[in-house]
């Protein structure tokens, strides 16, 4: 397993193998980078097929939060952490996050935690008994994912406007793949608005009781690309911009809030190619760590008009991409590597 000459290393800054032999613990911390501030990044508990498997996702985790922040006008910098675990196991979970919390505390406010997928705000609170680095926390900013879903909603607003010259979704149609915390909030604020919702997920119970408050059409998972949308929303796992769902779209909008939703950076020129405009993920799914961001010294008012600075953000990427005939996500990297090396000096 490489570590330095690792696909995705990326001038990391620091990279952490965690193991506790009491509790088991297995982690990684990356570090990305920290010219912005101290690095902020979720912890994910996944059932890594292995170490590789964990490495890679933690460093392509990490990246994308120095991105995400940079381009959100956060002063901090990208980081993440992956436990090496059943996210469903519910034994030792007290054990764990606090042997994750002593590694995080022991990196002395480099990186800060939160929750992810995988782990939830309880145990991020075990974690916080270890250490003052954590945020997201239960009574401060809270759930960050209505805040991302309130971006998701503007983003898919920006694009509409860019793409359809149009000031609301009222009578579009918009695929939902993932109705979980981020993806059923982002429904209400799209019925809201008079869209029409077609949904998938893979917990049919809770696809009917969405289905049946948002007057929407559920659909198998399978059937959810190619379905005659103006919108495809990704809202539960990366890479489904691929070779294979990209010969099936039918939307003209991609704009959702999964993290990592192209494959490969070259399905965002196939996508261009397609005439399909491609909102970048880091920068439409910013508006959870926007929130967690003023987290001490927490204001709705103020979390919520930064939210809203999405909007622009993305107009802007838009804009750019048409002038330099340029695939929109490769217009964000560069955006956001100016940020950083600019405070870098
Ligand atoms: P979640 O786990 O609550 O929801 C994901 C949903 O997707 C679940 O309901 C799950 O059943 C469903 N799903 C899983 N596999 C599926 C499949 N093959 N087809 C259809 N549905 C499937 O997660 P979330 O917090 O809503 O996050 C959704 C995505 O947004 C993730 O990629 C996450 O990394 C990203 N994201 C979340 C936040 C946040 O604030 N929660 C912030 C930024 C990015």
Redesign the pocket.
């Known amino acids: 397993m490489a570590v330095f000459n690792h696909p995705a290393y990326d001038g990391h800054e620091q990279v952490v193998f965690c193991h506790d032999e009491a509790s088991g613990l297995k982690a990684i911390i990356a570090v990305h980078n920290t010219h912005l501030g101290a690095a902020f990044g979720g912890c994910r508990m996944w059932n890594y097929h292995s170490d590789d498997e964990a490495l890679t996702d933690v460093l392509r985790l990490s990246k994308g939060m120095t991105y995400k922040n940079a381009l959100a006008g956060l002063a901090m910098g990208g980081g993440k952490a992956v436990i090496i675990a059943d996210p469903s196991r519910t034994d030792n979970r007290e054990a764990l996050f606090r042997a994750f919390g002593k590694f995080v505390n022991k990196l002395g406010g480099s990186y800060y935690s939160a929750e992810?997928?995988g782990t939830s705000p309880a145990d991020i609170k075990i974690a916080s008994e270890e250490t003052p680095y954590v945020a997201g926390l239960e009574g401060k900013s809270g759930d960050?994912?209505p805040?991302?879903a309130l971006g998701t909603f503007l983003g898919i607003k920006a694009a509409v406007k860019h793409q359809f010259k149009r000031d609301n979704v009222k009578g579009l149609k918009v695929a939902v793949?993932?109705?979980?915390?981020?993806?059923y909030h982002l429904c209400r604020h799209l019925y809201q608005e008079g869209a029409e919702l077609i949904i998938?997920?893979?917990?049919q119970q809770?696809l009917e009781k969405v289905a049946q408050e948002f007057n929407a059409i559920s659909v198998v998972?399978q059937e959810?690309y190619d379905q005659d949308v103006d919108i495809y929303a990704p809202?539960?796992?990366?890479a489904t911009i691929n070779d294979a769902t990209l010969r099936l779209l039918k939307a003209k909008i991609v704009a959702g809030?999964?993290?990592n939703q192209l494959a490969e950076p070259r399905h965002g020129e196939q996508l261009k190619q397609q005439g399909i405009l491609y909102a970048p993920d880091y920068v439409i799914?910013a508006?959870?760590?926007i929130n967690v961001s003023f987290e001490s010294n927490y204001d709705v008012k103020q979390a919520t008009a930064k939210v809203e600075q999405i909007y622009d953000t993305l107009l802007t990427i838009f804009q750019k991409a048409d002038e330099q005939n340029r695939p929109t996500a490769e217009i964000a990297d560069e955006m956001a590597r100016n940020i950083i090396n600019h405070a870098a000096g």
């Open positions: 992810d997928v960050p994912s805040f991302t793949q993932g109705i979980g915390h981020v993806g998938t997920d893979i917990h809770a998972p959810i809202c539960a796992l990366g809030c999964a993290n799914n508006g959870g760590i």
